[in-house]
């Protein structure tokens, strides 16, 4: 997969932007045929229930891809993951790095009627900024100014390469200030923003229904009238339900079907790189894998390559590291992969060396990881590693890691935005909102890395400060990168223009169905 290069992000220091937003594609880049409809029903099969459109304080995929039909930022990313006006029409980057000015739309509407304006930014901006959550803006801001109804100017105290990266994620949508006169809670129970789908029902452990925005800012969007978040939590489910009619689409087609679905003349499966990386994650407080010795061991023992082919069928790529090939910096690593007699010597250097017992905790409603766990189960078995499978309910799953009451899980890290600091962060910041995504790894080089790297000019210099980071996590394992899959969606053949994001999200507004 070639890499994306995205070096330009804030070397050009001044970006205008056109007023009209891309439309929506097909996985081959071509528009669906015929002249797009309005009107109908999306119905749309997802793993997991929607629990809350706060969108400062959420993270996992079930809340911030319903979050971000509500709510939109300021900027935000085509499908190779370049910075693209948003919100705001254009922007500006003064030549010392320090002033940001975003100048909104006109005319820009929140789904209730009421004007958008720089006050509005201002007051979610600094609301994030307040509450920090899980994907706090990092960025060190002097001030946020609304110079008039439509330019905000946002002025840092140091430069920071990957802020317009930072703005573009889900979680720095705009909403009304204030909250529009209500309370945060009643807020957030009935959301008001400017994408392009207004929340009409929502059932925190069921299904969400959305009706299309009147006053999205991109004209005659969304198509349909309604969209619906149906949770079918098992992926065969999912399927079985697509082919019945009973879906319009489905997230997260299961590797082991994409080829049977692509037979299916009334099956549509489109594909798009993604930020996403599978790996197996240590609870590194845990007694045994607190061992860098065992942690390497049970690297050494995964056939990495093994395992993406036997469970993705060719829809992913072998990696080695957290960044994926898909993001500017991801390094070449020299990784420990393979070699059973160095996973013996490694576990025998350990302080078990005549091994142990430990649980698996994978979600169950995932079929490739279910093969995935069975096959590090029986690769750990000479190591006389017994290792347990437990699958559980997703929403119970990330309880579950989130609690750190868990020894070893399958999981995998996704970026939010297309800049390499934010992986890094939710991934090796032991004092961050994840603790090193429930690791709670910790080293203090790669901390300092980290910073430096979020301060360093996009180049070589920065570069070499991923590369080094990188490199430090393949030697000390904390997770196991395994592959870098595609973002797969299927849809009857009725349904036009749907498509995965990079970030694998979908946003409907240029779906459209036949009538």
């Known amino acids: 997969m070639t890499r994306r290069l995205l070096a330009a992000l804030l070397t050009l220091l001044t970006l205008a932007g056109c007023s009209s937003a891309p439309t929506g594609q097909s996985a081959s880049g071509s528009p669906a045929a015929g002249a797009?409809?309005?009107?109908?029903?999306?119905?749309?099969?997802?793993?997991?229930?929607?629990?809350?459109?706060?969108?400062?304080?959420?993270?996992?995929?079930?809340?911030?891809?319903?979050?971000?039909?509500?709510?939109?930022?300021?900027?935000?990313?085509?499908?190779?993951?370049?910075?693209?006006?948003?919100?705001?029409?254009?922007?500006?980057?003064?030549?010392?790095?320090?002033?940001?000015?975003?100048?909104?739309?006109?005319?820009?509407?929140?789904?209730?009627?009421?004007?958008?304006?720089?006050?509005?930014?201002?007051?979610?901006?600094?609301?994030?900024?307040?509450?920090?959550?899980?994907?706090?803006?990092?960025?060190?801001?002097?001030?946020?100014?609304?110079?008039?109804?439509?330019?905000?100017?946002?002025?840092?105290?140091?430069?920071?390469?990957?802020?317009?990266?930072?703005?573009?994620?889900?979680?720095?949508?705009?909403?009304?200030?204030?909250?529009?006169?209500?309370?945060?809670?009643?807020?957030?129970?009935?959301?008001?923003?400017?994408?392009?789908?207004?929340?009409?029902?929502?059932?925190?452990?069921?299904?969400?229904?959305?009706?299309?925005?009147?006053?999205?800012?991109?004209?005659?969007?969304?198509?349909?009238?309604?969209?619906?978040?149906?949770?079918?939590?098992?992926?065969?489910?999912?399927?079985?339900?697509?082919?019945?009619?009973?879906?319009?689409?489905?997230?997260d087609v299961a590797p082991a079907t994409i080829s049977q679905l692509q037979s299916n003349q009334n099956v549509t499966v489109s594909e798009l790189g993604s930020w996403a990386v599978e790996q197996v994650f240590f609870n590194t407080q845990n007694r045994y894998f607190a061992d860098r010795h065992v942690r390497r061991a049970v690297a050494y023992a995964l056939d990495r390559e093994g395992i993406t082919q036997a469970t993705t069928f060719g829809a992913a790529e072998t990696v080695h590291t957290l960044i994926p090939p898909t993001i500017q910096y991801s390094a070449q690593v020299k990784a420990l992969d393979n070699d059973q007699d160095a996973a013996r010597t490694e576990l025998a250097a350990s302080a078990f060396p005549d091994g142990f017992s430990a649980t698996l905790l994978i979600d169950s409603g995932d079929s490739a990881r279910t093969q995935e766990a069975?096959?590090?189960?029986?690769?750990?078995?000479?190591?006389?590693?017994?290792?347990?499978?437990?699958?559980?309910?997703?929403?119970?799953?990330?309880?579950?890691?989130?609690?750190?009451?868990?020894?070893?899980?399958?999981?995998?890290?996704?970026?939010?935005?297309?800049?390499?600091?934010?992986?890094?962060?939710?991934?090796?910041?032991?004092?961050?909102?994840?603790?090193?995504?429930?690791?709670?790894?910790?080293?203090?080089?790669?901390?300092?890395?980290?910073?430096?790297?979020?301060v360093t000019a996009d180049g070589a210099d920065r570069e070499k400060i991923y590369a080094e980071i990188q490199q430090i996590l393949a030697d000390d394992v904390p997770y196991i990168p395994l592959y870098n899959p595609k973002n797969v969606v299927a849809s009857l053949a009725g349904v036009h223009d749907l498509t995965p994001r990079i970030n694998g999200s979908v946003l409907f507004q240029d779906v459209w169905l036949q009538q």
């Open 374 to 454: 069975q096959i590090i189960q029986a690769a750990l078995k000479p190591l006389n590693i017994e290792v347990k499978i437990e699958a559980i309910e997703l929403n119970s799953f990330r309880e579950r890691f989130k609690a750190f009451t868990y020894d070893f899980m399958i999981n995998s890290g996704q970026s939010d935005a297309p800049d390499p600091n934010g992986l890094i962060t939710f991934q090796a910041d032991p004092d961050g909102f994840s603790h090193s995504f429930w690791t709670h790894y910790t080293n203090p080089k790669v901390t300092r890395l980290m910073r430096e790297g979020r």
């Open 36 to 251: 797009p409809q309005r009107g109908g029903t999306i119905t749309y099969g997802r793993a997991a229930a929607v629990t809350s459109f706060d969108l400062n304080n959420e993270i996992t995929a079930n809340n911030a891809f319903a979050i971000d039909k509500v709510f939109e930022p300021l900027v935000s990313f085509d499908t190779t993951g370049r910075i693209i006006p948003w919100l705001a029409e254009k922007y500006t980057v003064s030549p010392d790095l320090l002033t940001y000015t975003f100048i909104l739309r006109p005319d820009l509407q929140f789904s209730d009627g009421t004007p958008v304006t720089a006050a509005d930014a201002k007051f979610s901006l600094e609301r994030h900024i307040k509450v920090q959550g899980p994907l706090p803006l990092e960025a060190p801001i002097a001030s946020i100014t609304a110079e008039d109804d439509h330019t905000l100017t946002i002025v840092l105290k140091s430069p920071y390469t990957p802020f317009l990266s930072e703005l573009s994620g889900f979680s720095n949508g705009i909403f009304p200030a204030d909250f529009g006169g209500r309370s945060e809670k009643d807020f957030f129970a009935s959301p008001v923003g400017t994408g392009p789908w207004v929340v009409q029902s929502w059932d925190p452990s069921g299904d969400t229904t959305f009706t299309a925005n009147p006053h999205y800012w991109q004209t005659g969007k969304p198509y349909a009238q309604n969209l619906v978040y149906k949770v079918v939590a098992d992926d065969t489910q999912r399927i079985q339900q697509l082919q019945a009619g009973q879906l319009s689409a489905i997230e």
